[in-house]
């Protein structure tokens, strides 16, 4: 990899070097797929709850520093705490301070792609605080130390042989095991025993409620909900997007979310936290990482209204085919595209160019963000920026330069047709035309549409 | 200026086209059948719904369950079921609970549209029994259900919540290739149980 951006393709090229097991990606996410739209089909008014979920989220963006403090008002009044985080590092130093305080040091984490963004585990590994994912896919992925490759399902890149090993290796579950039964209950004895001895829990946030100053956390294992209900401490991090308006929008949303991210009707847990534990204490750290910037931005803002469902990840080609790892960015797929691209153009600018624009991704996300227009807007950011190597820069400019010009354009065709079909093969195979790597130049036509087209007009008259 | 002054001006200076807050009225979806609903989406996601005709009949019901039958810890906190083993009135360290078989809570309501079940924390002493035990039965009156999500979050006064949760099936994963584990961090099961009027003529079977 270059040290100084990413390359999507490149990285995409291992991944895909194993045809059948890109074949499995790509269904078991499609699988996924065909799970929501079921789902989805089956409330007549889906159209409308996506309506009102891009409402409420554009609302609550304009509107964003009176519901912070809203939020912050009502939460302070219900003896939970509130830290306020510019940083990743900021939000890491607050996290530990309030463990330290505490003297924990042993701590289980539920999923929140928030801490995955601000890589709060290594940071607290260093300062001696043993912290465990608790999300089975998360654990995974964490004995594996690997990142998750998906933001819904961390572990979807992984096969169950694989899973075996790794149980195998670090709970000492049977070599060759690979009935995921089995691999599930031998993961609920090894967390079981975390659980009991953790003296702290720490959360992501689904939706976080302006009017109440509680928070809403949503998930099927009920890892939450047991890493917080039986230590004293919860810690909850939420970047200041989570915002929503009322108690009533939570509605609309538990409505979209385990629809459009699994199929399922609701979530198994939707837990409402709106105080601490009897005798136990909450913690909420808000924070900003560059969204308060990306607010500012008229063409990226939208991007700040996302639920993190993860569907337009398992509906995009182009990630189901890449795996989650080709995108170096902790929220791959369409939106990290956008995110990662409109924060640091320079470090992700293949990301935009790894998508098709067939505007599946828009068409499945529930708040409406026009996810494949963005794409196509930051391409043009990054050609204005002059981020492209040099030869595609020259080949889009001589594209477009001959594109502007009928004459030319009908003798580049006139001569291509004449010409290629006579080259010798090397010429057209090589290591310049990616194309030619998995696919034959079809056969080309003796006559070009526009020649067809004029022959069938002075043939009818 | 501290961080949040910083993050909150950073907001503040920079207007953003404004969007009304929308109406949520509407006309959501409904059943003319909400229980037989209810029991079918629970079915779907792994749990299973039945129907005690009172309360007194509840015991009955419920030791006629196999893992009822199995369990040597049941802490209910549903009169008259009986508790069995500890005496959980006694627990003030939630990891007490890790012991439990079965757990008896009260639903305040149930949602037909999805299934889940409202449990309130002032019902419920300890939370974690609803996590830890290996199996969770909720009862509901039977005339305690709403049709959908817009309903449920209607009844509930957010004032009076300082934990709350709706509950839909055991606990599951599909983590390890997307094939559905039930059981993983939380209940093996879950059943509940309607209970009172508009009950069938057989009281039983949703
Ligand atoms: S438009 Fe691009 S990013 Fe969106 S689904 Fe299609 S290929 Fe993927
Ligand atoms: S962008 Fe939309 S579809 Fe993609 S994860 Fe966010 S909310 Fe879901």
Redesign the pocket.
Known sequence: MNPTHIDHAADAESFIANAERTQWHDQALWFVRAKRDRAVWAVPEWEQLRSLGAQIKRHTLAHLAEYLARFETEALRRGIHVHWARDADEHNRIVLEILRQRGVSRVVKSKSMLTEECHLNPFLERHGIEVVDTDLGERIVQLRQEPPSHIVLPAIHIKRQEVGETFHRHLGTDAGATDPGYLAEAARGHLRDKFMAAQAGITGVNFAVAETGGVVVCTNEGNADMGISLPPLHIACLGIEKLIPRWADLAVFTRLLARNATGQPITTYTSHFQGPIPGGELHYVLVDNGRGTLRADDEYRESLCCIRCGA?LN?????RRSGGYSYHATIP??IG?VLNAAQDPKTFYTLPY?????????DVCPVKIP??QQ?LHLRGKIAAKRYLPLWKRLLMKTTSFVMQRTWLYSLAGRLARWWLPKLPRFLIYNRLNAWGNQREIPQFPRQSFRELYRKRQQHEQ | MNSKQAILAQLQQTRVPDVALPDLAGTWLTFPQPHERFAEVLEAVGGRALRARSADGLPQLLAELPVFQSARQVWSLVPPVPSRGEDWTRVTDPHALEVLDVCVAPGAFAVAESAAVWIAQDLVPHRAGLFIAQHLVLVVPADQIVHNMHEAYQRIDPREVQFGIFVSGPSKTADIEQSLVIGAHGPRSLTVVFVGADTGPDGRGA
């Open positions: 337009c509906t995009c080609p182009v990630y797929g369409p595209s790894a998508c098709s624009l067939c505007g599946s991704c828009a996810l494949d794409l």
